[in-house]
């Protein structure tokens, strides 16, 4: 079975700069796993922050940014502001049986 | 503008059944592949169910055998049937679109309703 973990939480000084991470039980993240970053606030639907690894959704700025590093998904806050306070959430495409596997999510506190 | 309406959750005992709507506009349903995600109380989100431009259908094992996704093009609706139901099935249900580069999917989600709660329970 595929798991995705990501780190349960993380802080960050508004300002600061912050990389988020995804990675897969079994083996590396690349590419090929199309990962996509989603930001959530309580009660609210997912927003779309990333896709294809490193596409910025319309809308959203430039201090989100994605990436592989080393042998994992990343997503990288740049600037940090008091409004990304968020749940943050990757996913990577698997293929075969479950398809989409969505990883545990980071809690992100500004602070 | 891209707008999904999910309805139809509710209060349904263990072992009953429920089918979800999702109402979409501002493109057409069948030119995309759609999916159903759900989030559990305080817990993260989770792949449940996706219905590809072809009609290919697939599903999370979790739900696999007990949830059917649909859709009726006329209507420009997805649909998800949820029979069997147990208490870990308690969720809300978000329908979200797939996203494309191009002509390519991107193997995403691009749009999401605002989702609608699903509890299972006596």
């Known amino acids: 079975q595929t798991v995705v973990t990501q780190e349960p939480s993380f802080s960050v000084s508004p300002g600061g700069t912050v990389t988020l991470t995804c990675a897969l039980s079994?083996?590396?993240?690349?590419?090929?796993?199309?990962p996509s970053w989603y930001q959530q606030t309580p009660g609210q639907a997912p927003r779309t922050l990333i896709y294809r690894t490193n596409t910025r959704s319309f809308g959203v700025p430039d201090r989100f940014s994605g990436s592989i590093l080393g042998n994992k998904a990343a997503l990288t806050i740049t600037g940090a502001q008091a409004d990304d306070e968020s749940d943050y959430y990757c996913v990577l495409y698997v293929g075969s049986g479950n398809h989409w596997v969505f990883g545990g999510g980071t809690k992100l506190t500004v602070l | 503008e891209v707008q999904l309406v999910e309805t139809g959750g509710g209060l349904i005992q263990p072992g009953g059944s429920l089918r979800l709507s999702c109402a979409a506009s501002?493109?057409?349903?069948?030119?995309?592949?759609m999916n159903w995600v759900r989030q559990a109380p305080g817990k993260g989100l989770d792949w449940v169910s996706v219905i590809y431009r072809g009609g290919n259908t697939y599903y999370a094992d979790s739900v696999k055998g007990r949830f059917t996704i649909s859709r009726d093009n006329s209507k420009n609706t997805l649909y998800l049937q949820m029979n069997s139901l147990r208490a870990e099935d308690t969720a809300v249900y978000y329908c979200a679109r797939g996203g494309y580069t191009g002509y390519d999917p991107s193997y995403y989600f691009d749009y999401w309703g605002q989702g609608t709660l699903v509890t299972v329970s006596s």
């Open positions: 501002g493109f057409t349903i069948s030119s995309n592949y």
């Open positions: 079994s083996g590396s993240v690349s590419a090929s796993y199309f």
